[in-house]
């Protein structure tokens, strides 16, 4: 499985981002999909994670100015990012578990710059 996040970028506090993540692999259907984050200095940080429509977390932080997203269809998995903040910034990876064997896969990071 082969994982390419995109979407990163720099924007001003209060902005908008729009990652997208896609995946290669015929294993990409009922297995879970997260978006981390990782900060200068910080350790790597669940933002939010989604299995199925019913099925998703946010980390507080984020709750109500995130959105995690997936297209079973094409392989992808997106996060809307709204109302960002400084805090935001990091490079942001995005994360398939195979819930059969707990197998996790990670793809390059996208970074981004929140300036305030």
């Known amino acids: 499985v082969q994982l390419q996040a995109s979407g990163g970028g720099l924007v001003q506090s209060g902005g908008s981002l729009r990652l997208s993540c896609a995946a290669s692999g015929s294993i990409f259907n009922r297995n879970r999909l997260g978006w981390y984050r990782q900060a200068p200095g910080k350790q790597r940080e669940l933002v939010a994670m989604?299995?199925?429509?019913?099925?998703?977390n946010y980390r507080d932080s984020v709750k109500g100015r995130f959105s995690i997203s997936r297209d079973n269809a094409k392989n992808m998995v997106y996060l809307q990012m709204n109302s960002l903040k400084p805090e935001d910034t990091g490079v942001y990876y995005c994360?398939?578990?195979?819930?059969?064997?707990?197998?996790?896969?990670w793809g390059k990071g996208t970074l981004v710059t929140v300036s305030s």
């Open positions: 994360n398939l578990v195979v819930v059969d064997s707990g197998t996790s896969y």
């Open positions: 989604v299995f199925s429509d019913t099925i998703i």
